[in-house]
């Protein structure tokens, strides 16, 4: 299946720009110019860190944009390939000293060229996803619905032990779906009440994947929250947050769903909308952006925007209520690259694990260096994904750590599946599950 995907990928068409393409980048001239080559990115960039070429470090990738605006070289694939490679995960943006923004430079690029992102296989499957799938979430929950009926029946562990999923080439697809141990969370406007102090009230994010493959998390972050003495509300009408469309460069998919979340986030009256995956935060966090060219509405997307906070940064802000239950574990954490870079959050979830009793945080090597998932990487990208896979847990089984906490969904799916891959013992747990249990009476 791979070779046949590989020799189909080197026939598509060349790309082309589209008929804004050009204006779309030369509205990034000015962040290009800001590279001063200094090369200090370099050491945070993992796709430099696996192939040590200038073209494959945020330094030659902006070069290649430059030279695009400039008129200096012509769109080609083999060009393309190195910005395709590109996991938009900020983290060259985040250690820049002249304040280059490179995910604002790699969305303008993917939104502004044709062709290569939908024109290979594995690009169609992922524009099938962006276009049916998520912004369907009946669709999606129904989906997600027979992977648990799979997975419950015993199915699963028959077409594993049968062989037939290696002899199909469909074994590391297969491996990609996460164990869907609850039901979804279908948000209707479901609301938790506050322990205790009543001391903020926040609107719940429930998400796509989130909601469907992770929908107990999504409940365990409503019962920290209360704990916390918040009233947490999940507002009906919301859906996915667009961050996988802005990231593939599908600009107006990501539009549409961004208004009919701040339509539906924005109808009460909380003090906080709360995410607990790190890509959504990101992404809701960049709805005035996104939307600063929509009349209609600019201003609520601003609003929205600065209401927007990761699970673990609000509650830090808010003071945390000491955990009453002692869990005796030693745990690693793996930094999102969305929350670590794009959100700038490194120390909160740190502080609210370091107040768990009986709790040991063991830090690993290169914990803010991408875990190769990357909005969907590991599906477009899969030779350089398990490369960054493999190290990342070669680096949290270093510490000695049992499990490796992490806040992202996609990070979960991926770590599992290298922990899997390298027989390592290792559990993964998001952090609001991992709360849940020092929170529980
Ligand atoms: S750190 Fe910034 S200025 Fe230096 S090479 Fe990287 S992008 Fe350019
Ligand atoms: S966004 Fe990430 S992968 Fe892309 S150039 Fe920057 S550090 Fe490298």
Request: proline share 5%; with cysteine; glycine share 8%.
């Amino acid at each position: 299946m791979r070779h046949l995907l590989y020799n189909l990928n080197q026939i598509m068409p060349s790309p082309t720009l589209k008929p804004f393409g050009q204006d779309l980048l030369a509205a990034q001239y000015d962040n290009m110019l800001s590279c001063v080559r200094c090369g200090l990115c370099l050491s945070v960039c993992p796709t430099y860190q696996l192939r040590l070429t200038e073209p494959e470090g945020p330094r030659g990738r902006i070069a290649i944009a430059k030279a695009l605006v400039e008129g200096n070289l012509s769109l080609t694939s083999d060009l393309l390939q190195h910005w395709d490679s590109c996991i938009l995960c900020d983290a060259c943006s985040f250690i820049c000293p002249s304040g280059v923004r490179m995910e604002a430079i790699g969305q303008a690029l993917r939104t502004a060229v044709t062709e290569t992102k939908g024109a290979n296989p594995s690009g169609m499957v992922v524009n099938a996803m962006l276009r049916w799938v998520l912004p369907n979430m009946g669709l999606l929950r129904t989906i997600t619905g027979i992977g648990r009926l799979y997975q419950k029946s015993g199915l699963q562990r028959l077409t594993r032990a049968s062989g037939v999923l290696r002899l199909l080439h469909l074994e590391e697809a297969e491996a990609m779906l996460p164990a869907i141990n609850a039901p979804a969370l279908v948000p209707n406007g479901q609301v938790w009440e506050p322990v205790g102090e009543h001391r903020a009230t926040v609107a719940l994010l429930a998400g796509c994947i989130m909601s469907t493959a992770f929908g107990e998390t999504d409940r365990a972050t409503a019962r920290v929250l209360a704990a916390n003495g918040c009233r947490v509300v999940v507002p009906a009408g919301q859906g996915c947050c667009g961050a996988l469309h802005a990231h593939r460069g599908e600009i107006e998919g990501a539009r549409t769903l961004a208004r009919r979340n701040i339509d539906a986030l924005l109808a009460g009256e909380a003090d906080a909308i709360i995410v607990n995956a790190a890509g959504c935060g990101a992404t809701l966090k960049h709805y005035g952006s996104l939307l600063a060219d929509d009349p209609d509405y600019k201003d609520r997307a601003a609003v929205l925007a600065a209401k927007a906070r990761d699970f673990t940064e609000f509650l830090a802000e808010l003071g945390p209520r000491p955990p009453q239950r002692a869990l005796n574990i030693t745990v690693t954490y793996q930094e999102p690259c969305h929350l670590a870079n794009a959100q700038r959050v490194r120390e909160a979830p740190r502080k609210l694990l370091r107040a768990v009793p009986g709790l040991v945080l063991r830090e690993m090597a290169e914990s803010a260096m991408c875990c190769g998932s990357g909005a969907m990487y590991n599906v477009t990208q899969t030779e350089s994904s398990h490369a960054l896979r493999g190290r990342k847990v070669r680096n949290a089984a270093a510490t000695g750590a049992k499990v490796i906490v992490t806040a992202n969904p996609g990070c979960f799916i991926q770590l599992g599946q290298g922990v899997q891959e390298a027989r390592e013992s290792l559990r993964i747990l998001h952090i609001a599950d991992l709360l849940d249990q020092a929170y529980r009476p």
